[in-house]
């Protein structure tokens, strides 16, 4: 398995246009939507409108694999998967988890790496902006 890696001026943002699933849960449930849905091109189209102005922080989250499977359980939930292993800053990964809460004004990108969520997280900043368009956007996409 190969592994992308990418300059350090390449930005988490373009990270997000080599998802080919998004896996988005609410309250405990998940549904899986592949790059082709009508879902799929909604939520990543909302997303990348949400993290347009966006910029990376120090990130001083760690990432605990049972805690973070825990707290899954509640609230909304967003996990973007790549087909190969991504890297950034050294620190690579399958899949990147976010929870998505109204309010915030930036957030923790969760590393999956071998099915596990562990190790130092990346940190968006949304410059003034909050995630509550997108929240609205996710609890309208209905399961089924």
Not at 21 to 46: H, P, Q
Not at 72 to 84: H, T
Request: proline share 2%; with cysteine; charged share 25%.
């Amino acid at each position: 398995m190969s592994t992308i890696n990418f300059l350090q001026d390449y930005r988490l943002y373009d990270f997000f246009t080599n998802s080919n699933k998004i896996t988005l849960f609410k309250d405990g449930e998940n549904r899986v939507y592949d790059k082709d849905s009508i879902e799929f091109n909604e939520l990543m189209s909302a997303f990348r409108e949400m993290i347009r102005d966006s910029y990376e922080m120090p990130a001083f989250g760690v990432s605990l694999h049972d805690e973070t499977v825990k707290a899954m359980q509640n609230g909304i939930w967003i996990k973007f998967d790549f087909p190969e292993q991504q890297a950034h800053n050294e620190m690579p990964f399958d899949a990147l988890l976010v929870n998505i809460v109204a309010d915030y004004e930036g957030f923790n990108l969760i590393r999956e790496s071998e099915n596990k969520y562990t190790g130092r997280c990346f940190y968006l900043n949304l410059d003034h902006q909050n995630m509550s368009d997108f929240y609205s956007v996710c609890e309208k996409i209905k399961f089924e």
